[in-house]
């Protein structure tokens, strides 16, 4: 048996699913679900390819550049309160079967920062889709 210490045994993802409910008991539902996905064709990504070279064949640079800006979309919720003042959050990075990743948060503001009108949605929900005819695969 592996300990709940053990990152990615099922004790852990088990620990890590009772800690995300008591977030949810203590400060109710979650005003926020972000997904975020890594995009070979970042300028920081390809700016750093060789020759002939793609994303596909660099997941050690695919995952600094997304762990960068990954973070960067943490500090603008946490630090600059760019949705509100975030007093709880939870997220998990995962891998596509690409091999891109791609995080996913829950995030819960405080009262007063919660969204209580529909214009309100619209002022901050958005979607990016690809140009007509274009992909975003490798």
């Known amino acids: 048996m592996l300990p709940s210490t053990f990152a990615g045994s099922p004790r852990a993802v088990h620990q890590c699913y009772m800690d995300a409910m008591a977030l949810v008991r203590r400060f109710g539902k979650p005003d926020y679900f972000i ?7 970042w300028p920081e990504i390809k700016a750093h390819l060789r020759w002939q070279e793609t994303a596909a064949g660099r997941p050690d640079l695919v995952a600094r550049v997304f762990r960068i800006k990954f973070e ?9 309160q760019v949705l509100g003042r975030v007093v709880a ?50």
Do not use: W
């Open 35 to 41: 997904t975020m996905t890594a995009n070979p064709a």
């Open 72 to 80: 960067a979309l943490l500090a603008d919720l946490l630090e600059r």
């Open 89 to 138: 959050f939870t997220y998990v990075i995962e891998f596509q079967k690409r091999g891109l990743p791609h995080g996913h948060l829950l995030a819960t503001v405080q009262g007063p920062d919660k969204i209580k009108a529909a214009s309100a949605i619209d002022a901050r929900v958005c979607a990016e889709l690809p140009p007509h005819g274009k992909t975003c695969l490798l």
